[in-house]
């Protein structure tokens, strides 16, 4: 139990377009989602918080306008990166929390913005 | 202070014995503990949670809680190189009310064969 998949695993784009990630809750219903940032050897950076059917909460620092999150429903979230530039390449994470407990981490996706 | 903190690293072990990692958190009112596994290039993986003070068993790793001294601690007993891997902590805080948890950098754990 308790699978997060996250879609796509790698992707390579150019710079100026935009990215989608999707993030997945197979086996549960997920009252929260979270979308992390990692960048090689760092720490988990956590990007945004979001709850299904209403607007994500971003961390200082973190452009909403940029990284769109939108939380359709109780197992699917998405995060849009517009306009990637090259140091948006970085390993993006999610995780959902089917309570006010621990979270499950999706596998990542690593995006490379040439 | 930070929310949460870990021991700067590397810890080696070598292969059979006991890794100890520690951790520190900053809120007190804080209820839920976890400890994730994350191997280089992967996404982390929850090993252990805890909410209660003392410790709590899972195979060979064994989660121990002190809430009045705010520490929490991962032991991972008979080492295996498997085991090799960025352990992080994970608080629960109270303070912002939200489901959101605050992770510690990390603690790597090289386990030699």
């Known amino acids: 139990g308790a699978v997060v998949s996250q879609h796509p695993s790698r992707v390579i784009c150019k710079s100026g377009t935009s990215v989608k990630i999707e993030c997945r809750s197979l086996?549960?219903?997920?009252?929260?989602m979270f979308w992390y940032r990692q960048f090689p050897k760092q720490s988990l950076m956590l990007m945004a918080t979001s709850n299904e059917g209403s607007k994500a909460t971003y961390e200082q620092g973190v452009e909403k306008d940029k990284f769109l999150i939108n939380h359709a429903s109780l197992t699917l979230s998405t995060l849009t990166v517009t306009s990637a530039h090259p140091e948006d390449s970085s390993f993006y994470i999610c995780?959902?929390?089917?309570?006010?407990?621990?979270?499950?981490f999706g596998p990542g996706t690593r995006l490379t913005v040439t | 202070q930070k929310e949460v903190e870990q021991n700067s690293g590397p810890l080696s072990v070598p292969e059979g014995a006991i890794a100890s990692l520690n951790c520190t958190y900053s809120?007190?009112?804080?209820?839920?503990f976890f400890w994730y596994r994350q191997y280089s290039g992967k996404s982390p993986e929850l090993i252990m949670f805890i909410y209660s003070n003392g410790d709590k068993e899972d195979g060979r790793f064994t989660a121990q809680l002190n809430k009045a001294s705010q520490y929490v601690s991962l032991l991972i007993r008979d080492s295996q190189p498997s085991d090799s891997a960025t352990y992080l902590c994970?608080?629960?805080?109270?303070?912002?009310?939200?489901?959101?948890?605050?992770f510690g950098k990390g603690n790597q754990v090289v386990v030699i064969p």
């Open positions: 994970a608080v629960r805080p109270v303070i912002r009310g939200n489901n959101r948890l605050a």
């Open positions: 809120d007190r009112g804080s209820q839920s």
């Open positions: 995780s959902a929390a089917p309570g006010a407990g621990e979270q499950y």
């Open positions: 086996d549960f219903q997920a009252t929260t």
